[in-house]
């Protein structure tokens, strides 16, 4: 479990400081923390995706399965953005089965892999990141002008929250490098500011408990994660990533955002942000 730090014991939602741990995720050794049940509940929908034992730490990305049109699409999606030689028919064969095929051997497949050593992978988790950057794939074929009629907007708000999430995730240039249990709380804090932000753009009215500046309060809890793994060499690095958070937040609620970095090369003191008068 995370060692106690008072600007990182706070709602995952609201970022009020908080002692209110999500239990379950608790006994898996992960402080998720939420000041209340309105706000755990607000965000259960995806939070449940990894909550608790076997599911919660390390995290656990759900496997999603394809119909054969779809995987073709990803594949499609994937091959015009990388400039690969074009995909094997033959091998696309070879990892459908009754014409569904999961993620992960998407990316195999993607990725040339033999496919005789499938089971290798899947069984010692060797594609848990790769699945996580083919949700993130996979979503932005939503709304891919060539082959979709929906809007970004649309598609978020259509999305499954881990594919939207990983999409988040994808804004994270260190987080390959990020250690497991890095990696592990931006998941889980990222499925949360995720649902936030879907119920911002989703037509259906949002429960009485939301409130748009939650998006703020967990942006911040997101990034301020980072603050214990992270040391940044300079000053531009830290802003960039805030920048790309900046830009994808305010496509629904438009805000500003920085870091706030030792400028003696401590690494993040903390994130800051502020809602734009467009809000208003």
Known sequence: MRRKDPDLQRCAVCDVETDNCCSACGTAGVALFFCSREHQKLVWPSHRIACGPGKANPFFVPPKY??????????????????????SPALASRVTSNGKVSLERALLAICEQEIRNLPFYLK?????????????????TSYDKRKSSLSYVEAVAAADPMDYAARLIALLPDFDELSVAAQTMSLHQTLVLARLLQLK???KAPPPSYKPEYIGGALRQLLVQLKPFVRFDDDEHAQRIACGFKNEVSQFYPIDCWFVVDPDGGGIVDFKWKALAANN
């Open 66 to 87: 394809l119909s054969a049109p779809k995987f073709s699409r990803l594949v499609e999606y994937e091959l015009d953005a990388d400039g690969i030689q074009p995909f």
């Open 201 to 203: 753009v989703r037509s």
């Open 124 to 140: 010692h988790g060797a594609v848990s990141k790769g699945n996580i950057y083919m949700r993130s794939a996979y979503f932005c």
